[in-house]
């Protein structure tokens, strides 16, 4: 327990806060990989959106008739 006092007296009142990114940058580290999260999972959904309109227009629409790919 003395390392924790140590490391509590040291810090002052950032003791128990989270770490930022960059001292004058309001962003946390945790906050920063949800964003990285977010933005990964939306650039696979963006891939499978544009996957599904390419294949209706060059597979699904000539299939059923609706239009002609030349």
């Known amino acids: ?7 509590k007296t040291a810090l002052g009142e950032q003791y128990g ?3 930022r990114i960059l ?3 309001p ?3 945790r906050q920063a990989d949800a964003f ?3 933005t990964t999972r939306g650039a696979w959904l963006g ?6 309109l390419w294949l ?7 299939l059923f008739g609706w239009w002609e790919v030349h």
Not at 1 to 7: I, L, N, P, S, T
Not at 47 to 52: L, R
Not at 56 to 62: H, M, Q, S, W
């Open 23 to 25: 001292s004058w940058v």
């Open 56 to 62: 209706t227009v060059r597979v699904i629409g000539p």
């Open 47 to 52: 891939i499978g959106g544009m996957v599904a």
């Open 27 to 29: 962003i946390t580290k």
């Open 1 to 7: 327990m003395g390392e924790a006092k140590r490391r």
């Open 17 to 19: 806060q989270e770490e």
């Open 36 to 38: 990285y999260q977010w």
